[in-house]
């Protein structure tokens, strides 16, 4: 019997050879693929970071015009604040003219002969007096003059006191309210054209 001897040392050789080809190419396909997908999920998350980006920059962006148009409205109710404040005054100032009016023909109407007024002073209603009178009976009478008017509360008296060349000064306190009717008829007269 003849043996053969049959060598497969090459054949192992080159199966071996192409066992760490074809592993080095999956080896080198697997870290290709490895970064691509690195590389791909980088490139992913670098857009969606530039767009939270974008969209912060944009809600700061609006959050600051809301700001300003906050402090603007703020400022335009300080403005209509002033103006109805404003337009109050000048509603009173209204109704007050013929009021005013009213007070002085009152003054001049209720002033007795003999009496004199030398000083008026007005603290919103309330009207202080000083005059002088030729005597006491004059005074009272003027009291009484003030207190008949429709103008005119119940006068107050404060202080009677001798002056020069035999007159008396005084001094008082009446309110002052519009009589019934002359209101309305105030502020209808007092209308803008």
């Given at each position: 019997?003849?043996?053969?001897e049959i060598n497969l040392l090459p054949w192992r050789e080159e199966a071996r050879s192409r066992r760490s ?122 009291l009484r003059q003030l207190e008949a008017s429709p103008v005119f509360d119940v006068p107050v ?37």
């Amino acid at each position: 019997m003849t043996t053969i001897e049959i060598n497969l040392l090459p054949w192992r050789e080159e199966a071996r050879s192409r066992r760490s080809k074809r592993f080095a190419m999956a080896i080198g396909l697997s870290a290709l693929i490895g970064l691509g997908a690195g590389y791909g999920t980088t490139w992913y998350l670098d857009q969606r970071l530039a767009d939270q980006q974008q969209r912060q920059q944009l809600i700061k962006a609006r959050t600051a015009e809301l700001d300003r148009d906050i402090r603007a409205v703020s400022q335009f109710e300080k403005q209509l604040a002033s103006l109805k404040r404003q337009i109050e005054v000048f509603e009173q100032l209204q109704v007050g003219r013929p009021q005013t009016v009213h007070v002085f023909n009152a003054l001049v109407d209720s002033l007795e002969d003999g009496v004199y007024y030398s000083s008026l002073n007005r603290q919103g209603d309330q009207l202080r007096l000083t005059g002088l009178a030729e005597d006491n009976g004059r005074v009272s009478d003027q009291l009484r003059q003030l207190e008949a008017s429709p103008v005119f509360d119940v006068p107050v008296l404060s202080e009677v006191e001798s002056a020069d060349n035999e007159l008396r000064r005084f001094n008082l306190s009446v309110n002052q309210h519009m009589p019934d009717g002359e209101g309305a008829e105030g502020t209808q007269g007092t209308e803008a054209p």
